[in-house]
């Protein structure tokens, strides 16, 4: 079955305008690829509808906030490029039931919990989404970490146990890994060895993501270069 | 050029006109000096510094940009202090995903404003209010909308432009290109406000959006 003309013009036009749901908008980002036609499309809507931002009012944002970005960034590893990592294709092996689960927090602990300056979406907003949910897992050398996730948010964050502290050369870092086995960056972390931690992960959460944890070189890496201590999926 | 009309509100640009002005009269004369072609660097340009890990150049992105990213994030989120929220996520995404941003998919104002225009929209979404927003407030909201949009053009002669094209647009496509992109209406919650099928949402929308872009002279 083919498209027709107008089929990818209205696709390209509602994507441009902001019309799509979430997985709509994943669609046509795929297809994006694959035909020359809608991406042509895309750039021209993508265009037209900037002339429709610029046409807004402009609003100054505070200075704290300035602050406040160009702080987190000298803290958040550029790692968005995405790659394929055979050992992610099947991270069922790495993972414990939910029968097994351990419930680190409950109820008022949640208030408790510390949180990173520079995380726009805090922990609090993800489990009070009414679609939140979590699992957990013990980590290989000693740990335990829960992931709790929106769907609706599309935002995922880990509280962590007794995870072991590393090497100063050394970063715990988490990634989003799709159906594919593709994995995206979602930040790093330095474990503090007994507390219980939350982290927010940086990016979105896609709806059957998976979210593993690797250790890299300080910093960060663009690709994971280790095999995940933990990858806990948030589809069963 | 004999009529142009520049109201009290426009004083910051017409002194931005007149110290451009002066500066290409500089030019005439004597070389810039180093710091000034840094500030000229396109948007483009910068991104891919900003890509390759440069700080600084995500500050100048920052400067650049920022009363444009929060002037469309409050638009569509109102909410003063969610807006400055979902601004702080818009920039990290930029930081972060810098290396993404490809100019022959578009220009860099145009991925910025996408990648904002699309967090602005998954927050209003994400909340539970924006579900109950009934046909009342949807009307309510898009004739603000355009009545602002109206304003805003009569003092800016780059927006000029975008209220003409507007006009050329029929009121249905208008209503369909306004609630879409200054509402953060979905075709679902389009077709339930306006009380007509989606096939109908999605036929207005593309029809105003290739009137617009036609208008606009945006070109592949």
């Known amino acids: 079955m083919t498209e027709t003309r107008d089929d990818v013009t209205t696709r390209a036009a509602s994507y441009a305008a902001g019309a799509l749901t979430a997985a709509e908008r994943r669609e046509v980002e795929a297809d994006l690829r694959r035909s020359p036609r809608l991406a042509a499309e895309v750039r021209e809507f993508g265009e037209t509808a900037a002339m429709l931002g610029l046409a807004t009012e402009q609003v100054a944002p505070p200075t704290s906030l300035r602050d406040s970005i160009l702080g987190a960034v000298n803290e958040l590893p550029q790692t968005s490029n995405i790659v394929r990592g055979p050992w992610f294709a099947r991270p069922a092996a790495a993972l414990i039931g939910a029968a097994a689960a351990v419930v680190l927090v409950v109820g008022g602990g949640v208030a408790a919990l510390t949180f990173s300056p520079h995380e726009a979406s805090g922990v609090d907003r993800i489990v009070a989404a009414a679609d939140s949910e979590r699992a957990s897992a013990d980590v290989d050398g000693g740990g335990t970490v829960t992931l709790v996730w929106s769907d609706s948010l599309e935002r995922a964050a880990i509280l962590v146990s007794h995870l072991s502290s590393l090497p100063s050369d050394r970063t715990y870092q988490m990634w989003f890994i799709n159906s594919q086995g593709e994995a995206a960056s979602a930040g790093t972390f330095a474990a503090s060895g007994s507390d219980v931690q939350s982290i927010v992960l940086a990016g979105n959460l896609a709806r059957g993501d998976s979210v593993g944890i690797t250790v890299e070189p300080s910093g960060g890496s663009a690709a994971p270069s280790t095999t995940p201590i933990v990858v806990i999926p948030t589809e069963a | ?220």
């Open chain 2, 1 to 220: 050029m004999s009529s142009v009309v520049i109201s009290l509100s426009d004083a910051g640009g017409e002194r931005r006109r007149l110290r451009a002005e002066a500066r290409r009269d500089a030019r005439l004369t004597i070389v810039p000096p180093a710091t000034e072609s840094t500030q000229e660097l396109s948007i483009e340009n910068l991104l891919m510094e900003v890509a390759a890990g440069d700080r600084t150049a995500f500050a100048e992105v920052y400067d650049r940009i920022s009363n444009r990213v929060m002037g469309l994030v409050t638009r569509l989120l109102r909410d003063r202090a969610q807006s400055e929220e979902v601004t702080q996520e818009i920039f990290l995404e930029i930081w972060q995903s810098a290396g993404k941003f490809d100019l022959t998919r578009g220009s860099g104002i145009s991925w910025v404003l996408t990648i904002a225009h699309r967090r602005a929209v998954d927050r209003i979404r994400a909340s539970q209010k924006s579900h109950e927003r009934d046909l009342k407030i949807g009307i309510r909201d898009m004739e603000r909308d355009f009545d602002s949009v109206s304003e805003l053009v009569e003092i800016r002669i780059e927006n000029e432009r975008v209220k003409r094209s507007m006009s050329r647009l029929t009121a249905l496509q208008r209503e369909a290109v306004i609630l879409a992109y200054y509402g953060g209406y979905s075709h679902n919650e389009m077709a339930s406000i306006l009380g007509i099928p989606l096939g109908t949402v999605k036929t207005r929308l593309r029809d105003g959006m290739i009137r617009l872009r036609d208008e606009l002279g945006v070109n592949s």
